[in-house]
RNA sequence: GCCGGGGUGGCGGAAUUGGUAGACGCAAGGGACUUAAAAUCCCUCGGAGGAUUUCCUCUGUGCGGGUUCGAGUCCCGCCCCCGGCACCA
């Protein structure tokens, strides 16, 4: 009777010898290739799901695969420990933060030993303790000094749920990103990072990350939104006040009839004083300020607007234009004013048909491209009309010489744009890093000294929900003594965004114990940067932006050479089941831990990479894991058969002819085998199709398996055969496959030995199969020895009876051969 | 509206450089073993039609054109789906 495939125990005996003899744990060693794969680190939640499981899975495949080809390999584990959450876990269950974001990890990481990852446990980083969020106000002091943290008074968008401000990046839809809330707007006093000093570079790094998917870099480029033009200033009539402007289109100043101000505009007041209706006008002013914080777009009906009163001098046609402050213009963007160019805006032309403001066509399509019949309005570049000295240029040749001309009469300037906003990190709430920071009455804003750090969170909180940081309410906190002037001081009671902790979390790992920096330079030198980064793609704007940001001032403060940290990216698709996203309200939740008792580790991570290709979505299938388990019950069912093989040794070589049919197929088949499963792990990082061709070589070593038996050379080729599935099953299913090397007589570690190699002499049949076509049709084929003469196989082809059949009438006209493969017949 | 990705059996998906479309797996159907069930093993499996013993023909990768000896793959024009951004001047 054979050995039943108990996983159950397989699992552990693994799992508990990986871990007594530490076989993941690296030290750098210049004398070894490095490889760097890193998983974007968990929020300790409480419990893993099905998503962890399939984005930890795809890197420790990958993890095992480099240490099997010789690299030394990092790959570490850490938690995102800082959050909402813990504090709201705290706030209902009376919790603390601490304790509960402690025992959730200490619970996680049971469940991430019970999956059989190769972590180096001994890197662990956990951004929640004082050794960690040290570095981050170590990190945010460097940037103090470099006016890279800075304070400043704004309208913020403000959570009234999560009771704390939220970056730009982390609103969507006008609604908070975690918990949906509708988000307010407030106008308060914050720390922002200087992102946008890093706008240029952060655009053009893209050209380096040619490994990054293009839907990511697109969202980026959108979020940083780069646009070239013009800024230029409009003297507003008998006045000194000018009002600035930007323009993507400067050759369309010709046509610029009036300006529009936002209402938010600073001079919007200003320009109305003293006219008709001032009083109506002023209280338009203020209901549209309104209007503009709800984030809706203005339809064209709802597009509104009022004349100032005033009007301005465009500087190329010295003509008076009308001033109007219109709902339709952001303050956000550009300089909150714009000119008006109805002819080629449709924004504009929408405006100025409703208020009747003249429309002048100063751009016509160049060539013999038609106008667009619709309503006059052409919004494209073209060729210049009724434009004084540029009339006949093209847009692209006047755009220059506009900017020239502005520059040369100090109107203005070309300019570039960015959308991108500088990142707001003040958190009113308990769970995140103090920001060091402390106010003084005489000296201002004072940085905390460096040997004062870390300011570590204060355990004399309440956590009530109340509006307000917690922190304030921490009088032991607040109260604090000036480092300038030792006079009565009050610290920071703000927290930072989580998101910077998970900024540099990666330079950590290299030596997480690190006492007098964030990370040892050196260390950091040796393993980054990351070799492959894996994760959602729901992070691509938020957390792969900041982290990039972090990276280059790393490197501006001299800690690290790199300019980008993930030069290969790999966006894991999401994990589904029944059409949408697992989620405890649609009832869909695939518990991880369940899968793993009922058909184990190994099981759950070969199907979970099986179904589809990593960035892929991934349908949970409850029958499909069955059919993993069947394969891997198959496998060693097989073994438990044949381990007789291992036990005795072979006679004497035997000469090549002898090889059989199948011995010499089942080579073959070994060495495509393992030149594919190479190829889709190392290369295209395709791992369900690796999986199927292993599969797909078990299934015919299984076939051929009596007849090999049968005799010396087909035992030997057999032995050999199981050997190999063994190494390129390994990476997938660790602990069965580490068990049935062991019972193969292996004393070593099957995850110590070297991946198989292939030859290519053995890759290439000997004989291939032509496919004879006629006009390109499939109809016949038959085996010939590889690399036949051309002549031959066009005439083996030709004489064919099902190619007579189409060819004899009116012979080939033209035969073509592919070698090797296929040939086709003209008629 | 703009940007990016995609559309292949009942399902998840293969097809890597333009060269046998549907690998591998799931589901389904049939059979073997069994008192029975489970498990396991074997066979069939895009559609239509015809021969029916192994077979033959047509058709087929969102739609319509094109390039080519040959197109899921390349080009042009559409349709639809997913993701991102969106009064960005």
């Known amino acids: 009777m054979n050995k039943k495939y108990d996983f159950q125990t397989i699992e552990k005996k693994w799992q508990d010898k990986w871990q007594k003899e530490e076989i993941f744990k690296v030290t750098e060693d210049p004398n070894q290739p490095k490889y760097y794969t890193l998983e974007m680190y968990p929020y300790p939640s409480g419990r893993i799901h099905m998503g962890h499981v399939r984005n930890f899975s795809i890197l420790d495949v990958i993890s095992r695969y480099k240490t099997m080809n010789g690299y030394n390999v990092l790959h570490p584990i850490g938690w995102d420990a800082f959050g909402m959450p813990a504090e709201n876990a705290a706030i209902k269950e009376g919790i603390h933060p601490k304790k509960w974001t402690l025992d959730n990890i200490s619970h996680m990481k049971s469940q991430l030993k019970r999956l059989g990852f190769s972590y180096d446990w001994s890197r662990e980083v956990n951004t929640c303790l004082p050794e960690y969020y040290k570095w981050n106000q170590w990190i945010f002091l460097k940037m103090f000094e470099r006016g890279l943290a800075f304070r400043k008074k704004s309208t913020v968008n403000w959570c009234p749920e999560c009771q704390t401000v939220l970056a730009n990046e982390q609103v969507i839809n006008e609604k908070c990103w975690r918990c949906d809330t509708e988000v307010e707007q407030k106008h308060m006093e914050q720390w922002f990072l200087k992102i946008t000093d890093y706008a240029e570079e952060l655009l053009s790094g893209h050209k380096k990350l040619h490994k990054w998917p293009q839907n990511v870099i697109a969202m980026q480029k959108n979020w940083i939104g780069k646009s070239r033009g013009a800024?230029?200033?409009?003297?507003?009539?008998?006045?000194?006040?000018?009002?600035?402007?930007?323009?993507?289109?400067?050759?369309?100043?010709?046509?610029?009839?009036?300006?529009?101000?936002?209402?938010?505009?600073?001079?919007?007041?200003?320009?109305?004083?003293?006219?008709?209706?001032?009083?109506?006008?002023?209280?338009?002013?203020?209901?549209?300020?309104?209007?503009?914080?709800?984030?809706?777009?203005?339809?064209?009906?709802?597009?509104?607007?009022?004349?100032?009163?005033?009007?301005?001098?465009?500087?190329?046609?010295?003509?008076?234009?009308?001033?109007?402050?219109?709902?339709?213009?952001?303050?956000?963007?550009?300089?909150?004013?714009?000119?008006?160019?109805?002819?080629?805006?449709?924004?504009?032309?929408?405006?100025?048909?409703?208020?009747?403001?003249?429309?002048?066509?100063?751009?016509?399509?160049?060539?013999?491209?038609?106008?667009?019949?619709?309503?006059?309005?052409?919004?494209?570049?073209?060729?210049?009309?009724?434009?004084?000295?540029?009339?006949?240029?093209?847009?692209?040749?006047?755009?220059?010489?506009?900017?020239?001309?502005?520059?040369?009469?100090?109107?203005?300037?070309?300019?570039?744009?960015?959308?991108?906003?500088?990142?707001?990190?003040?958190?009113?709430?308990?769970?995140?890093?103090?920001?060091?920071?402390?106010?003084?009455?005489?000296?201002?804003?004072?940085?905390?000294?460096?040997?004062?750090?870390?300011?570590?969170?204060?355990?004399?909180?309440?956590?009530?929900?109340?509006?307000?940081?917690?922190?304030?309410?921490?009088?032991?906190?607040?109260?604090?003594?000036?480092?300038?002037?030792?006079?009565?001081?009050?610290?920071?009671?703000?927290?930072?965004?989580?998101?910077?902790?998970?900024?540099?979390?990666?330079?950590?790992?290299?030596?997480?114990?690190?006492?007098?920096?964030?990370?040892?330079?050196?260390?950091?030198?040796?393993?980054?940067?990351?070799?492959?980064?894996?994760?959602?793609?729901?992070?691509?704007i938020l957390h792969l932006i900041y982290a990039r940001f972090f990276c280059k001032i790393l490197r501006d403060l001299g800690l690290t050479d790199i300019d980008e940290p993930f030069p290969h990216y790999l966006g894991q698709g999401m994990v589904t089941k029944d059409g949408s996203a697992m989620s405890k309200s649609k009832g869909n939740v695939v518990d991880p831990d369940e899968m793993i008792g009922k058909y184990g580790a190994d099981t759950v991570r070969l199907f979970i990479l099986f179904a589809a290709p990593p960035e892929k979505e991934f349908a949970w299938d409850d029958q499909g894991i069955e059919g993993c388990f069947r394969f891997l019950n198959r496998v060693w069912i097989f073994f438990q058969e044949n381990l007789d093989l291992f036990g005795k040794t072979e006679e004497a070589d035997h000469s090549e002819d002898e090889l059989s049919g199948e011995i010499k197929d089942i080579q073959i088949k070994m060495h495509q085998t393992i030149k594919k499963v190479t190829q889709d792990i190392g290369e295209r990082y395709h791992l369900n199709t690796a999986i199927s061709s292993i599969m797909e070589f078990f299934n015919q070593i299984k076939k051929a398996s009596s007849v090999l038996r049968s005799n010396s050379p087909g035992r030997k080729i057999l032995k050999q055969c199981m050997t190999v599935l063994l190494k390129l099953i390994s990476p997938f299913a660790p602990h069965v496959s580490e068990e049935l090397w062991e019972l193969t007589g292996h004393t070593s570690l099957l995850f110590h030995s070297l991946w198989p190699e292939y030859e290519d002499s053995f890759v290439k049949e000997e004989t291939v199969t032509v496919v004879v076509q006629v006009n390109g049709k499939l109809r016949d084929k038959f085996e010939a020895e590889r690399n036949t003469p051309q002549e031959e196989i066009k005439s083996r082809a030709l004489s064919l009876d099902r190619i007579q059949k189409y060819v004899k009438d009116k012979g080939p006209k033209k035969v073509i051969y592919i070698k090797n493969k296929l040939v086709n017949i003209v008629v």
Not at 328 to 341: F, R
Not at 404 to 426: A, E
Request: with cysteine; net charge negative.
């Open 231 to 540: 800024q230029l200033n409009f003297k507003v009539s008998d006045s000194d006040i000018s009002i600035e402007t930007f323009t993507t289109r400067i050759d369309t100043i010709y046509g610029a009839t009036f300006l529009v101000l936002s209402p938010e505009h600073p001079l919007c007041h200003k320009l109305i004083e003293g006219s008709e209706d001032e009083e109506f006008k002023r209280q338009w002013i203020q209901d549209n300020v309104r209007q503009q914080h709800t984030g809706e777009v203005i339809s064209e009906e709802e597009k509104e607007g009022i004349f100032t009163g005033k009007t301005a001098v465009n500087p190329f046609t010295h003509e008076n234009i009308p001033i109007w402050i219109a709902n339709y213009v952001l303050m956000e963007y550009g300089t909150g004013a714009i000119m008006a160019v109805p002819a080629h805006d449709e924004r504009d032309f929408q405006f100025a048909q409703k208020y009747s403001l003249p429309i002048r066509e100063v751009i016509v399509p160049e060539g013999n491209k038609e106008k667009e019949e619709s309503d006059g309005l052409f919004t494209e570049y073209g060729k210049l009309i009724n434009s004084g000295p540029y009339t006949g240029m093209t847009s692209e040749e006047a755009i220059p010489e506009m900017i020239k001309f502005l520059q040369d009469k100090k109107l203005g300037k070309g300019t570039v744009l960015f959308r991108l906003r500088d990142w707001g990190i003040s958190r009113q709430r308990y769970w995140g890093t103090p920001i060091p920071i402390i106010y003084c009455k005489k000296c201002g804003i004072v940085k905390v000294p460096y040997k004062d750090l870390p300011i570590a969170l204060p355990s004399d909180v309440e956590f009530k929900g109340e509006e307000g940081s917690p922190l304030e309410k921490s009088k032991s906190f607040v109260q604090t003594k000036c480092p300038l002037c030792h006079g009565e001081a009050r610290r920071e009671t703000d927290t930072m965004d989580t998101f910077f902790d998970s900024s540099w979390y990666y330079f950590r790992y290299c030596s997480p114990d690190e006492k007098n920096f964030p990370f040892d330079p050196d260390k950091a030198d040796y393993w980054l940067p990351v070799d492959l980064y894996v994760g959602g793609v729901e992070h691509a």
